[in-house]
């Protein structure tokens, strides 16, 4: 019995250096730690407040400086001053921006390009509430728990392509007979020796590591060759029962954050983002050797969401098409290749698209 007892402890201290040396290892090449969110408001993740956070990747790094809401943000005054225009812009990592400095961000230099207007009515200030992996449910609760307090003039609720299939797959999204979502109580913390593993593991840049590249094997077709990518699948021209009623959902819960944008007195528009991979041909080319020879219509997602958008009477504005028009004027790809998200370019490109949508449709004041 005392020797399975020390074999046991002999295999679990070698697991327990092996883990401390990769941890170390990461570390020491620049990964950011998972220890980057808190809880906050109604349980809601945020990005810790008040904190410079080194986050690299292997084809960029940069230092993400958070405000005291938790975002990656400038400070913003939780009472907005006389004279001030104030837009929430809501989103999931390409609203969180973690790979661009702040003054990069789409939300900040569209702040810029409104308050470079003259005349101008108003002072502009475009708040960013952008936190990854979430789709539009969670958007309406981040608007409720953090947003709405600002008194935003107008909502930009931003889309991403995965939006649909996270919502799909929120358990805790329900809605009554009125099709009005039904809200889950607020997430509680756990304590004990349960939030001490659940601290121990968030703080982890091994585990978060290998989670993402498990992720990672799971969604990649060409390892999976039996079972196509949810990237692929959004886009064929006849979808199956998940992701027919994924889009049902999808309508209902953008009905609902407009309801929910109008009762605080804001305004809603939806703006839909963009892959590099459906504006660059370079990247086409290689996406197109994991759809196993399926047709694919590229634009389907943004052709549903202006069905809806114009059945529910809110503004809509699709990136995609003109990330690509712009593609074909200028060189050089508006994303990381190794992250997926927006570079410098890409934040410009989508601030330059939404300033120009912005004065069109007469919806910021002036």
Same mark, same amino acid.
């Given at each position: 019995?005392?020797?399975?007892?020390?074999?046991?402890?002999? %295999?679990?201290?070698?697991?327990?250096?092996?883990?401390?040396?990769?941890?170390?290892?990461?570390?020491?090449?620049?990964?950011?730690? !998972?220890?980057?969110?808190? /809880?906050?408001?109604?349980?809601?993740?945020?990005?810790?407040?008040?904190?410079?956070?080194?986050?690299?990747?292997?084809?960029?790094?940069?230092?993400?400086?958070?405000?005291?809401?938790?975002?990656?943000?400038?400070?913003?005054?939780?009472?907005? @001053?006389?004279?001030?225009?104030?837009?929430?812009?809501?989103?999931? !990592?390409?609203?969180?921006?973690?790979?661009?400095?702040?003054?990069?961000?789409?939300?900040?230099?569209?702040?810029?390009?409104? &308050?470079?207007?003259? @005349?101008?009515?108003?002072?502009?200030? %475009?708040?960013?509430?952008?936190?990854?992996?979430?789709?539009? =449910? $969670?958007?309406?609760?981040?608007?409720?728990?953090?947003?709405?307090?600002?008194?935003?003039?107008?909502?930009?609720?931003?889309?991403?392509?995965?939006?649909?299939?996270?919502?799909?797959?929120?358990?805790?999204?329900?809605?009554?007979?009125?099709?009005?979502?039904?809200?889950?109580?607020?997430?509680?913390?756990?304590?004990?020796?349960?939030?001490?593993?659940?601290?121990?593991?968030?703080? !982890? %840049?091994?585990?978060?590591?290998?989670?993402?590249?498990?992720?990672?094997?799971?969604?990649? @077709?060409?390892? &999976?060759?039996?079972?196509?990518?949810?990237? %692929?699948?959004?886009?064929? @021209?006849? =979808?199956?029962?998940?992701?027919?009623? *994924?889009?049902?959902?999808?309508?209902?819960?953008?009905?609902?954050? $407009?309801?929910? +944008?109008?009762?605080?007195? !804001?305004?809603?528009?939806?703006?839909?983002?963009?892959?590099? =991979?459906?504006?660059?041909?370079?990247?086409?080319? $290689?996406?197109?050797?994991?759809?196993?020879?399926?047709?694919?219509?590229?634009?389907?997602?943004?052709?549903?969401?202006?069905?809806?958008?114009?059945?529910?009477?809110?503004?809509?504005? +699709?990136?995609?098409?003109?990330?690509?028009?712009? *593609?074909?004027?200028? /060189?050089?790809?508006?994303?990381?290749?190794?992250?997926?998200?927006?570079?410098?370019?890409?934040?410009?490109?989508? *601030?330059? *698209?939404?300033?120009?949508?912005?004065?069109?449709?007469?919806?910021?004041?002036?």
């Amino acid at each position: 019995m005392k020797s399975i007892i020390s074999r046991i402890s002999i %295999v679990l201290f070698g697991f327990f250096l092996a883990f401390i040396m990769g941890e170390a290892a990461l570390r020491w090449l620049g990964y950011a730690a !998972s220890d980057i969110y808190t /809880q906050g408001h109604g349980g809601l993740l945020i990005l810790n407040p008040n904190k410079n956070i080194h986050i690299r990747g292997s084809c960029f790094q940069n230092d993400v400086k958070t405000n005291s809401y938790g975002f990656h943000s400038r400070e913003y005054l939780l009472e907005k @001053p006389e004279g001030v225009f104030r837009i929430a812009f809501i989103g999931d !990592s390409y609203m969180e921006a973690m790979q661009v400095k702040q003054d990069k961000t789409v939300a900040s230099l569209l702040e810029q390009k409104l &308050n470079s207007l003259n @005349p101008r009515s108003y002072e502009y200030e %475009v708040i960013p509430f952008g936190i990854s992996s979430h789709g539009t =449910y $969670k958007s309406i609760l981040y608007f409720e728990k953090y947003a709405v307090k600002f008194k935003p003039d107008l909502i930009i609720a931003a889309f991403s392509l995965n939006d649909a299939q996270d919502d799909a797959l929120e358990f805790d999204v329900s809605f009554d007979q009125d099709d009005k979502v039904i809200k889950k109580a607020d997430i509680k913390p756990s304590g004990g020796i349960l939030k001490s593993v659940k601290k121990i593991l968030r703080k !982890s %840049v091994l585990i978060t590591t290998l989670r993402k590249s498990y992720l990672t094997v799971l969604s990649n @077709p060409e390892k &999976n060759s039996d079972k196509l990518s949810a990237e %692929v699948e959004i886009l064929l @021209p006849e =979808y199956n029962n998940f992701w027919r009623d *994924a889009w049902i959902r999808q309508e209902k819960l953008l009905k609902n954050f $407009k309801e929910e +944008a109008t009762k605080n007195n !804001s305004n809603f528009m939806l703006v839909s983002l963009t892959d590099g =991979y459906r504006v660059h041909k370079d990247l086409l080319e $290689k996406f197109k050797a994991t759809t196993q020879g399926n047709s694919i219509d590229l634009d389907k997602p943004e052709k549903l969401l202006s069905s809806i958008a114009q059945k529910n009477s809110f503004p809509y504005l +699709a990136l995609t098409p003109l990330f690509r028009e712009r *593609a074909q004027k200028e /060189q050089g790809n508006t994303i990381w290749p190794c992250d997926g998200h927006w570079n410098e370019k890409g934040h410009e490109w989508a *601030a330059d *698209a939404l300033f120009d949508y912005l004065i069109a449709q007469k919806l910021i004041g002036n």
